[in-house]
T-cell receptor
Framework: AQKITQTQPGMFVQEKEAVTLDCTYD???????LFWYKQPSSGEMIFLIY??????QNATEGRYSLNFQKARKSANLVISASQLGDSAMYFC????????????FGTGTRLTVIP | GAVVSQHPSRVICKSGTSVKIECRSL??????MFWYRQFPKQSLMLMAT?????????EQGVEKDKFLINHASLTLSTLTVTSAHPEDSSFYIC????????????FGNGTRLTVT
């Protein structure tokens, strides 16, 4: 069975500072993918970044980077130079197994950027 | 730009009526689409996997007769909430995978259903 855990229900960060959102996962499948999505108050799910289980390097996408520690089964999202528009819910998700299509989501972290 | 379009974005209906929600993949074919439900301040829970040309696969605890899914073409899946009740009020969101296996799921903008 797959499990995604986000232990921070809410986080605050000062504008222009960096923030780390935690995510741990558990799966017995050696092949899996980890995703982060942003959900603003409007509701849409915006894909941010992806990390594959066999990727050697940590993924980066602009101000987003993923701190992937495979042995610890963690995939923390780092947002650098926070902006007011970053205030939203952030979900960590996992897709496990060859051919698996579904995503399992964590409970989310609400990030608030303080001006 | 958006690759998955969902309609309507909001709907209010009376108890006992049925509501249809459409999910379209734009400019790509999606043999599989996923329907999620999200209660306020909670995470997304998979309801069912919509398969083009065959029956949907429902998650445990989801009533297939209440949440009818039709995936009649490679670009359209519909979710019909039949005989809606207030407890069906929720945020419903669909998704599809664009391109290959490890590409992310792209989501529609969701439908907020309120049953009065």
């Amino acid at each position: 069975a797959q499990k995604i855990t986000q232990t921070q229900p809410g986080m605050f960060v000062q504008e222009k500072e960096a923030v780390t959102l935690d995510c741990t996962y558990d799966t017995s499948d050696p092949s899996y993918g980890l995703f982060w999505y942003k959900q603003p108050s409007s509701g849409e799910m915006i894909f941010l970044i992806y990390q594959g289980s066999y990727d050697q390097q940590n993924a980066t996408e602009g101000r987003y980077s993923l701190n992937f520690q495979k042995a610890r089964k963690s995939a923390n999202l780092v947002i650098s130079a926070s902006q007011l528009g970053d205030s939203a819910m952030y979900f960590c998700a996992m897709k496990a197994g060859t051919g698996a299509n579904n995503l399992f989501f964590g409970t989310g972290t609400r990030l608030t950027v303080i001006p | 730009g958006a690759v998955v379009s969902q309609h309507p974005s909001r709907v209010i209906c009376k108890s006992g009526t049925s509501v249809k929600i459409e999910c379209r993949s734009l400019d790509f074919q999606a043999t599989t689409m996923f329907w999620y439900r999200q209660f306020p301040k909670q995470s997304l829970m998979l309801m069912a996997t919509s398969n083009e040309g065959s029956k949907a696969t429902y998650e445990q605890g989801v009533e297939k007769d209440k949440f009818l899914i039709n995936h009649a073409s490679l670009t359209l899946s519909t979710l019909t909430v039949t005989s809606a009740h207030p407890e069906d009020s929720s945020f419903y969101i669909c998704s599809a995978r664009f391109r290959q296996y490890n590409s992310p799921l792209h989501f529609g903008n969701g439908t907020r259903l309120t049953v009065t």
